[in-house]
């Protein structure tokens, strides 16, 4: 099993800055890709971005490219993504998760960290 963690949630006004974190601890031995998810309030989870462990380009959700960077440390199994430029529908439940054999299963979920964009 594998455990994700992730943090640095909170209340932004449109125009600022987040950076989140994600954790992973377990059995961290098996790891294509990690990546982020969100869920807004009544709608369905969408993919954000992620980025391939071992080497490789991250990719994007189109609306978050150029204002969302995503990084790793591998070293320390953390995935972070750096968030520019929010605006009110980048509001959402933020997750991380792990893509353990490239198929694009995410067999993996944190809790969720809560972003809201709002003056």
């Known amino acids: 099993q594998v455990q994700l963690v992730e943090s640095g949630g909170g209340l932004v006004q449109p125009g600022g800055s987040l950076t989140l974190s994600c954790s992973a601890s377990?059995?961290?031995?098996?790891?294509?890709?990690m990546g982020w998810f969100r869920q807004a309030p009544g709608k369905e989870r969408e993919f954000v971005a992620a980025i391939p462990w071992s080497g490789g380009s991250p990719y994007y959700l189109g609306p978050v490219k150029g204002r969302f960077t995503v990084s790793r440390d591998s070293t320390n199994y953390r995935v972070y993504l750096q968030m520019n430029s929010l605006k009110p529908e980048d509001t959402a439940l933020y997750y991380c998760a792990i893509d353990p054999m490239g198929t694009h299963s995410w067999d993996y979920w944190g809790q969720g960290t809560q972003v809201t964009v709002s003056s």
């Open positions: 377990g059995r961290t031995d098996k790891v294509y890709a």
